[in-house]
């Protein structure tokens, strides 16, 4: 079957009931992976006694797709390491991508359980992940988004559950050891319902794909999918993502730092070499401001707006090249329209102009002044030329 790919240019999972493999995989097929295809990719891993099956379901009045793994009564539960699983990947006939994925979040799984069990990866024996279901679970959630090939992966702050969980180890608390290990640095929360609701399986595809944890959706939603559990609880046991795009934002909000210093003893020839000095190292803005100082003795307020990283490094500048004993700073809220470039071409040449936008609607526009510099001195015409040469141009 030819695979047909729909780029879409982001995903997100909205994981407020957890993520589990078969989940993942439910919601996926519902969002628009081609089932088939995925059946038809499985089959070149070359693992007999199992089928995957798909069907309509729901759960609190949501309709979603259920992925279930139904494993041949004969067919035992292996115990495999690392090195077994990468083995029947690798040796597979799947994409180079596709194995690549796979293996990351098996590897992910598998230093967590090392973490845990003060053991080495190679020692590691995978249990239930080692099971023929989850190495589908897995490899099925790198084929689904190897399909669905979207530029950006987001997802919500992750819902644990709470309780305990039996597994190889025993009873265990939720969320388990492995869980915990593999979603650190993540934003979690749990509670809201007395099981395991995000599993080492479920966790793993998140921390391995995720680009970013938000619980900011300012996009457009293309498409939804659910993927239906088997419980039936107080909230639904479903995983729900979103096909989305970008929404063109039209401000930005930022932050960044504000140095300042009162200088009234200092030659103002001197200010053009500190303005250079600071602009060459980093500086957003750089301004002066008359004020009036003590016994009214004239002064200027020296300026400089800056990000984090380089604030340090001005203010040595500031202390070195200039008379001031001492500065202040603090942090600066900053709102930006969105800007971009475009060209006009005029009969002295190309000059480069700056547009910005509010609701999407482009609000100004302004000429680069150093491109019409250029243009006036190699001309030798006045600026004004070149301005009155791109408005006759627009």
């Known amino acids: 079957m030819d695979k047909e790919i729909k780029v879409k240019n982001i995903l997100y999972y909205d994981c407020f009931s957890g993520i589990s493999g078969d989940l993942n995989l439910g919601a996926l097929v519902d969002v628009g992976v081609d089932k088939n295809y995925l059946i038809d990719e499985l089959k070149k891993l070359n693992l007999n006694h199992y089928e995957v099956i798909f069907s309509t379901s729901a759960r609190k009045g949501i309709h979603g797709t259920k992925a279930d793994v139904v494993i041949e009564h004969s067919s035992h539960h292996h115990h495999r390491n690392l090195n077994d699983i990468k083995k029947i990947i690798l040796d597979s006939s799947l994409s180079e991508n596709i194995k690549q994925s796979s293996l990351d979040i098996f590897l992910k799984i598998a230093q967590a359980e090392a973490k845990v069990h003060n053991k080495s990866i190679d020692e590691i024996h995978f249990h239930e992940v080692g099971a023929i279901d989850s190495i589908i679970d897995i490899v099925g959630a790198a084929i689904c988004l190897d399909y669905l090939h979207v530029d950006k992966i987001f997802a919500s702050t ?130 002066l401001t008359p004020i009036i100082m003590k016994k009214t003795r004239p002064a200027n307020k020296l300026s400089v707006i800056c990000n984090d990283s380089d604030k340090e490094k001005l203010k040595e500048i500031i202390f070195v090249n200039t008379s001031t004993l001492g500065t202040r700073e603090y942090s600066i809220s900053k709102t930006m329209l969105k800007r971009d470039y475009s060209t006009v071409q005029t009969k002295y040449g190309e000059v480069k102009i700056k547009n910005a936008y509010f609701n999407n609607k482009k609000i100004s526009s302004k000429p680069e002044y150093e491109d019409c510099k250029k243009i006036a001195k190699l001309h030798n015409i006045s600026i004004k030329d070149v301005y009155d040469a791109i408005e006759n141009n627009k």
């Open 158 to 287: 992750v819902e644990l559950g709470g309780g305990f969980v039996d597994c190889a180890h025993g009873k265990l608390p939720v969320p388990a050891p492995a869980t915990v290990e593999i979603l650190k640095n993540i934003p979690v929360k749990s509670g809201a319902v007395p099981f395991e609701t995000t599993t080492p399986t479920g966790a793993a595809i998140l921390a391995t794909v995720v680009n970013e944890f938000t619980d900011n959706t300012n996009f457009k939603i293309l498409k939804t999918g659910y993927g239906i559990g088997n419980r039936d609880t107080d909230i639904p046991n479903v995983l729900r993502v979103y096909l989305a795009e970008p929404i063109a934002e039209t401000l930005a909000n930022k932050t960044d730092w504000m140095i300042e210093c009162n200088i009234d003893d200092m030659n103002p020839e001197l200010y053009e070499f500190v303005f250079e000095k600071l602009f060459e190292h980093g500086a957003q803005d750089v301004f």
